[in-house]
């Protein structure tokens, strides 16, 4: 079932990038950001609450906040960015830069998390990188 949620998750991040380069056109690219990130908000605790999750809150940890919110200041650096190379690139060579993050989360993951590098993950891993170079260059 994680397929189907990630394959999504690839189509609304596609249609998040065309819709973003129609909507930061002659706006300020932190603005553009700040309108997209106050809808996410919105959204996401909309669906907290109506799916009646939110009593969630009291059991995190300190640990679940600390990582939950320098995850949140990741994210929100990576959008700022990601709107500004959007607005200064072709989305056929920002969305692919911006993939690379698959690569490295590989990489990541292998030396914080202790995961296994496998001879197929490296292989994918690669051929991301030699694609992403292939079509920047």
């Known amino acids: ?71 949140g200041l990741a994210t929100g650096f990576s959008w700022l960015c990601y709107f500004k190379a959007l607005q200064l690139g072709d989305v056929s060579k920002v969305a692919p830069t911006d993939k690379l993050s698959v690569a490295l989360a590989i990489v990541l993951s292998v030396i914080f998390l202790g995961e296994t590098l496998t001879v197929k993950t490296a292989i994918g891993a690669s051929l991301i990188i030699v694609g992403t170079m292939i079509l920047i260059l």
Do not use: H
């Open 1 to 71: 079932m994680w397929w189907i949620y990630a394959l999504l998750s690839a189509v609304f991040a596609a249609l998040t990038t065309i819709l973003a380069k129609v909507g930061i056109k002659g706006v300020n690219s932190d603005l553009a950001t700040a309108i997209r990130t106050l809808v996410v908000v919105i959204l996401a605790w909309i669906i907290v609450w109506s799916k009646r999750e939110a009593k969630g809150l009291i059991t995190l940890t300190q640990v679940n906040w600390i990582f939950l919110i320098l995850s």
